[in-house]
């Protein structure tokens, strides 16, 4: 049974920190890109940021650029996402996503311009994160 789980949400005060997790099973982790979707209230999905496994390649959306970290751990086929410096604007619940044999960079292109719309071959239940002003 293939699973995405993600964990490490919560609320913090802007200018604070969090570290998500993408836990993954039942499918080749060394074989993917995985990346983090956002979707705050009332708007669409959005990309942040992937990794892929293919090319250990990463990709971060310009909104979080500086401020964001992903990297993965292949002995727990996890991946992480650092965030600090958090803004308001980061309020959103968030998801990791997951696509065979992909760069980073056509992973990136996926989730910049098609976030909203495409069919991930695996997907996650998603993590609020909150941050207050």
């Known amino acids: 049974e293939v699973q995405l789980v993600e964990s490490g949400g919560g609320s913090v005060q802007a200018g604070g920190s969090l570290r998500l997790s993408c836990a993954t099973s039942?499918?080749?982790?060394?074989?993917?890109?995985i990346g983090w979707l956002r979707q705050a209230p009332g708007e669409e999905e959005e990309g942040v940021s992937c990794?892929?496994?293919?090319?250990?390649?990463?990709y971060y959306a310009d909104s979080v650029k500086g401020r964001f970290s992903i990297s993965a751990d292949n002995t727990k086929n996890t991946v992480y996402l650092q965030m600090d410096s958090l803004e308001p604007e980061d309020t959103a619940v968030y998801y990791c996503?997951?696509?065979?044999?992909?760069?980073?960079?056509?992973?990136?292109?996926?989730?910049?311009?098609?976030?909203?719309?495409?069919?991930?071959?695996?997907r996650g239940q998603g993590t609020q994160v909150t941050v207050s002003s």
């Open positions: 990794i892929s496994m293919v090319d250990n390649g990463t």
């Open positions: 039942g499918f080749s982790f060394e074989n993917y890109a």
């Open positions: 996503v997951a696509e065979e044999d992909v760069s980073a960079r056509t992973m990136g292109v996926i989730i910049e311009t098609r976030a909203a719309d495409y069919r991930f071959n695996y």
